[in-house]
């Protein structure tokens, strides 16, 4: 019992430090042009080290890690539609430029759209209309969300898939954190 008891604080530090740079990662992914490259492997590498010392092999170093990565893009997006949801403001956008991206053997058509408000919306849209026509939009006056359409719903179902990796996550560190280190 007493060795339990002394495994206790790393399994505490190691899901604090887990979900800290989910939390991290899930600010740092907001809007439609979040940071997507450089977060995403990084919280698959903090997700890979905070096992370390466990004498996790390396599926489940893996999947902490895997997992690590859906709480925060789930996250993320369960975060956006949030707001858009709580506090979005119907907006017509204006299509401001078009553009043709290559996309493999293929070319699609790319837009950048601007509120009639002047306000520019980040992210491109992949729809094929012209330039000067009008799209029902969704902005968050104080953040970088937007969506096409009207105030969508409540995410329901991204937050309970955020919970449920959450919970997941935390018994599978804490599982590891807690059993005795192979001989």
């Given at each position: 019992m007493a ?11 190691r899901?604090g ?5 989910e939390f991290?990662a899930v600010?740092?992914l907001?809007?439609?042009?979040g940071?997507?490259?450089p977060v995403?492997p ?20 893996t999947?902490?890690?895997l997992v690590a990565?859906?709480v ?19 907006e017509?956008?204006v299509?401001a430029?078009r553009t043709?991206?290559q ?28 330039p000067?026509?009008?799209l029902a ?5 104080d953040?970088?969300?937007?969506a096409?359409?009207?105030r969508?719903?409540?995410p ?7 919970a449920?990796?959450?919970l997941?996550?935390t018994?599978g560190v804490?599982a590891?954190?807690?059993?005795r280190?192979r001989p």
């Amino acid at each position: 019992m007493a060795e339990l008891v002394r495994r206790v604080p790393g399994a505490l530090v190691r899901n604090g430090c887990l979900l800290a740079a989910e939390f991290g990662a899930v600010l740092l992914l907001r809007g439609p042009e979040g940071a997507w490259v450089p977060v995403l492997p990084a919280v698959f590498v903090v997700g890979e080290a905070v096992p370390h010392g466990t004498g996790a092999e390396f599926v489940a170093r893996t999947a902490v890690a895997l997992v690590a990565v859906g709480v925060a893009v789930v996250g993320g997006v369960a975060l956006d539609r949030h707001t858009l949801h709580e506090r979005g403001r119907a907006e017509t956008a204006v299509v401001a430029s078009r553009t043709m991206v290559q996309d493999g053997s293929t070319q699609t058509p790319s837009l950048r759209l601007r509120t009639e408000a002047g306000r520019e919306l980040a992210g491109p849209v992949a729809l094929d209309l012209r330039p000067g026509a009008r799209l029902a939009v969704t902005v968050d006056p104080d953040g970088p969300a937007w969506a096409l359409g009207p105030r969508p719903p409540e995410p329901f179902w991204q937050a309970a898939a955020t919970a449920a990796l959450l919970l997941l996550q935390t018994a599978g560190v804490t599982a590891l954190s807690l059993r005795r280190p192979r001989p």
